[in-house]
C-alpha cells in the first residue's frame, strides 16, 4: 500500500531534549517535506527536499533540520526543542508538480 | 509564504446544500490542488487543476481556475455530514513545483 509513514503519532518531551520525527515513503517520490500546522495559521513548511542529499528551507526552518541520505526517508530534527514548536507535524511526499500524500501527523508539545 | 487564501474561514451548511469555498493566490502558478482534513489528521488530496485547465470535476466536487483574476472555487453539491472537514488549496509558483498551502476554511454540515 502506498503510504507516508510518520513516528511518533504523540510525543510529550522537555525543552532542551532532543528529538527526532521519522518519516519514512514506499512511493520512490524524489520530493518530501514538512510542515507545522497550528490554529488560524493552516500549514507552514518547515522544509523541503527535491531529492537525496537535497534539501532548502520552507517559510519557518528556524530550530529545525532535516537530512535526506536516502530517498525514502525524511527525518526531522529538533535539537533544543522550545515550547514555541508545540504543534502539528506534518510529514509528505509527492512526484515533481503531483498530488501530496501525507503522513498521519505528530502531535508534539514541548514543555 | 502562504501563497493561497482561502475563503470563507468558516461555512456551516444544512445536509443537502451546495458549499462553495474560495481561493485566490498571488503569483502565476503550475498547479493548483484542493485538499481535505478531517480534524487532527493527515491532509487527502480531492484534486488538482492545472493553469491551462478551467474546470474540472470529480463526483459531487467541481473545481474551476480563473488565472485572470488568480482565484480557484470547490464546490462540493448536495453535501452530506460526512463533508465535515478543513478544506485548503495548495498553489505552486510558476517554475518552482513546491506547494504552498492556505489557511483554510472549515466546513461545517448538519444533518
Known amino acids: 500500500e502506498a503510504q507516508v509513514t510518520q513516528n511518533p503519532r504523540y510525543l510529550i518531551t522537555v525543552t532542551g531534549k532532543k528529538l527526532t520525527v521519522t518519516c519514512s515513503q514506499n512511493m520512490n517520490h524524489e520530493y518530501m517535506s514538512w510542515y507545522r500546522q497550528d490554529p488560524g495559521l493552516g500549514l507552514r513548511q518547515i522544509y523541503y527536499?527535491?531529492?537525496?542529499?537535497?534539501?532548502d528551507k520552507g517559510d519557518v526552518p528556524e530550530g529545525y533540520k532535516v537530512s535526506r541520505k536516502e530517498k525514502r526517508n525524511f527525518p526531522l530534527i529538533l535539537e533544543s526543542p522550545s515550547p514555541n514548536q508545540t504543534s502539528l507535524y506534518f510529514c509528505?511526499?509527492?512526484?515533481?508538480?503531483?498530488?501530496?500524500?501525507f503522513g498521519s501527523g505528530t502531535q508534539l508539545s514541548v514543555l | 509564504s502562504q501563497q493561497g487564501e482561502e475563503d470563507p474561514q468558516a461555512l456551516s451548511i444544512q445536509e443537502g446544500e451546495n458549499a462553495t469555498m474560495n481561493c485566490s493566490y498571488k503569483t502565476s502558478i503550475n498547479n493548483l490542488q484542493w485538499y481535505r482534513q478531517n480534524s487532527g489528521r493527515g491532509l487527502v488530496h480531492l484534486i488538482l487543476i492545472r493553469s491551462n485547465e478551467r474546470e474540472k470535476h470529480s463526483g459531487r466536487l467541481r473545481v474551476t481556475l480563473d488565472t485572470s483574476k488568480k482565484s480557484s472555487s470547490l464546490l462540493i453539491t448536495a453535501s452530506r455530514a460526512a463533508d465535515t472537514a478543513s478544506y485548503f488549496c495548495a498553489t505552486d509558483e510558476k517554475g518552482s513545483y513546491i506547494p504552498t498551502f492556505g489557511r483554510g476554511t472549515s466546513l461545517i454540515v448538519h444533518p
Open positions: 527536499s527535491m531529492n537525496v542529499e537535497v534539501t
Open positions: 509528505a511526499s509527492s512526484l515533481e508538480g503531483g498530488k501530496l500524500f
